[in-house]
């Protein structure tokens, strides 16, 4: 069993992609000054979703999120929530709410007045609020802190806060802007199960910003890749891990090892990769190509086998440069005959070949998969894995 498949359980895709469309984004562009920060972001989120933007710092998930928030004017595109097109509606007009980073709470408010607040503005009626928060207060495990004050309260107290505030409300998508970045690991993961919970007790669509795929695959329905202001690969966790579409997707949701070699054969969308170290296969996963082309494959370090150096036809040669144990795995370096570097990933720590020793790497033919190709539709991946504008992703 795969690591997501342990951590999400088998996926129905189907049925996560019949569930009715809530929010679009079409062609989302946006630039401050000269720079360009989202470049046509295309998007759909279903009803009651659980999606997570995953991306480096400054690809654009933020702006992404400012924008569906109201908070943000795309300068091209459309943002369609429930159908209807938010163009020139403003934050509070828009059924949406937002938590952020730095959890926002009036410091000179108790718990009870900052879940209040948004109630207040709206002029709901006294016992209703009461009601309400109350409510919020139990769903969250904070009954009995109406009076505490933000500054009397740890940083997951304060985070159960702002999510109160932003859940009193009943809205129909909730944004979370890094939520967990400020809390310790174990806090951050308690807190990961905690909103997981909230969103499927409430059924509340959620819109969640990570750079952290560890967090992306344990939290979501549905992850959305975003590289330099564009959507790289939109898909279930289990999807976008074992099947990335381009390298970067690849590296960058667990750290897959990339080969590039030449296609000796290819049958039944499976193939044959010649590299200079030696031969491996990989599944195309219905993406073209052709023998004799260059081509590129990503493999998971948890499906390559180290084996002694021996004169076979399958298997690629290598020599072992580092080990190091690194989050209860351990991490064996092997550099091929370009230079090209392998992490192999085991459990345990022990491990019978030592540094400098040769050695001949494997795998199932089905582990490493074809990227960087544009499975069928017009244009073309470019240098950065994007699709051009025909063929756009």
Not at 64 to 70: D, K, M, N, S, V
Not at 175 to 189: H, T
């Amino acid at each position: 069993m795969n690591p997501t498949e342990q951590i999400t359980g088998q996926t129905n895709e189907l049925k996560k992609e019949e569930r009715p469309a809530l929010l679009e984004l079409r062609q989302i562009e946006k630039s401050f000054g000269d720079t360009r920060v989202l470049k046509g972001i295309d998007l759909t989120v279903g009803e009651g979703e659980f999606v997570t933007l995953l991306g480096s710092s400054g690809c654009g998930k933020t702006t992404t999120l400012r924008i569906i928030a109201g908070l943000e004017e795309p300068d091209g595109g459309q943002v369609l929530l429930e159908g209807r097109d938010m163009r020139g509606w403003g934050p509070e007009k828009r059924n949406v709410n937002t938590v952020f980073q730095n959890y926002a709470l009036f410091p000179h408010m108790n718990v009870f007045q900052n879940i209040a607040y948004g109630l207040k503005i709206r002029k709901v009626a006294r016992e209703e609020i009461r009601r309400r928060v109350t409510d919020m207060l139990t769903l969250v495990q904070l009954e009995g802190f109406e009076k505490r004050m933000p500054s009397q309260m740890s940083g997951g107290q304060r985070q159960r806060v702002a999510i109160a505030r932003a859940l009193v409300n009943n809205p129909r998508v909730l944004l979370l802007d890094e939520p967990l970045g400020a809390l310790d690991l174990q806090l951050r993961r308690q807190m990961q199960l905690e909103l997981k919970r909230l969103q499927k007790k409430l059924g509340i669509t959620f819109i969640y910003i990570t750079h952290d795929q560890e967090e992306a695959i344990n939290m979501s329905d549905k992850i959305v890749v975003i590289r330099e202001g564009l959507v790289e690969q939109a898909g279930t966790p289990a999807r976008i891990y074992d099947d990335p579409r381009t390298s970067y997707v690849a590296r960058f949701v667990g750290s897959a090892n990339i080969l590039t070699g030449k296609v000796l054969s290819v049958r039944n969308q499976e193939g044959v990769l010649e590299h200079v170290s030696g031969r491996a296969g990989f599944r195309t996963s219905g993406r073209p190509v052709k023998e004799g082309e260059q081509a590129t494959v990503a493999v998971r370090g948890e499906t390559i086998r180290i084996w002694p150096q021996k004169h076979q036809d399958y298997g690629l040669a290598g020599i072992i440069t580092e080990k190091s144990f690194v989050g209860g795995m351990l991490r064996i370096t092997v550099v091929l005959g370009d230079g090209t570097e392998m992490t192999v990933s085991r459990h345990g720590i022990n491990f019978d070949y030592d540094a400098g020793q040769e050695v001949r790497l494997e795998w199932d033919q089905t582990a490493a998969v074809l990227v960087d190709r544009e499975e069928g539709q017009p244009g073309k991946w470019g240098s950065s894995g994007h699709m051009d504008k025909e063929g756009r992703q």
